[in-house]
T-cell receptor
Framework: KAGVTQTPRYLIKTRGQQVTLSCSPISGHRSVSWYQQTPGQGLQFLFEYFSETQRNKGNFPGRFSGRQFSNSRSEMNVSTLELGDSALYLC?????????????FGPGTRLTVT | GNSVTQMEGPVTLSEEAFLTINCTYTATGYPSLFWYVQYPGEGLQLLLKATKADDKGSNKGFEATYRKETTSFHLEKGSVQVSDSAVYFCALNNQAGTALIFGKGTTLSVSS
């Protein structure tokens, strides 16, 4: 079974631009969550999608948004990029989307904002 | 609010030494607790989990017991290997859905 895949793996953008990251969950998984990992703040939850609906949202500004498609693939978008948005963005999928469920993480997309 | 506190690293050990990484949490109710591990250049992998008080999660020689009375979930291993060198994250989930709250992570370095 293929794991969680994220594209692209690396991205360099300029302040003020916008970016879209993609995540393909494990086949059959309906829940996709996104996390931001930085040296200073650690791992922080961005949002979760389940069956195309945003179910939970972390404490991030509205510049961060996402969506999920009918095949469970998910995208996250960051508009008006700031230097502080430089981070590793991790996507995770789970089968049932319950709190006890194991989440399977992708390798991440490394975003650098210059 | 919900939070996780884990010991600061780095933790440096010799092969076959005993490992303890402390983790305490703040949460209402009965969260599920997890340990995830991140090897260099990779995403996170679930190491073990416990979903109710007094449960013991175990995997690959690692163990952690859900202690409600001390709000702790300390990670232990009796004999570490060089291949255990990684960053370890303690996490909790206290709501519907999959939103995990992570500790800051503890870097473990094991030398032969």
């Amino acid at each position: 079974k293929a794991g969680v895949t994220q594209t692209p793996r690396y991205l360099i953008k300029t302040r003020g631009q916008q970016v879209t990251l993609s995540c393909s969950p494990i086949s059959g998984h309906r829940s996709v969550s996104w996390y931001q990992q930085t040296p200073g703040q650690g791992l922080q939850f961005l949002f979760e999608y389940f069956s195309e609906t945003q179910r939970n949202k972390g404490n991030f500004p509205g510049r961060f948004s996402g969506r999920q498609f009918s095949n469970s693939r998910s995208e996250m978008n960051v508009s008006t990029l700031e230097l502080g948005d430089s981070a590793l963005y991790l996507c995770a999928s789970s089968s049932s989307g319950t709190g006890e469920d194991e989440q399977y993480f992708g390798p991440g997309t490394r975003l650098t904002v210059t | 609010g919900n939070s996780v506190t884990q010991m600061e690293g780095p933790v440096t050990l010799s092969e076959e030494a005993f490992l303890t990484i402390n983790c305490t949490y703040t949460a209402t109710g009965y969260p599920s607790l997890f340990w995830y591990v991140q090897y260099p250049g990779e995403g996170l992998q679930l190491l073990l989990k416990a979903t109710k008080a007094d449960d013991k999660g175990s995997n690959k020689g690692f163990e952690a017991t859900y202690r409600k009375e001390t709000t702790s979930f300390h990670l232990e291993k009796g004999s570490v290997q060089v291949s255990d060198s990684a960053v370890y994250f303690c996490a909790l989930n206290n709501q519907a859905g999959t939103a995990l709250i992570f500790g800051k992570g503890t870097t473990l370095s094991v030398s032969s």
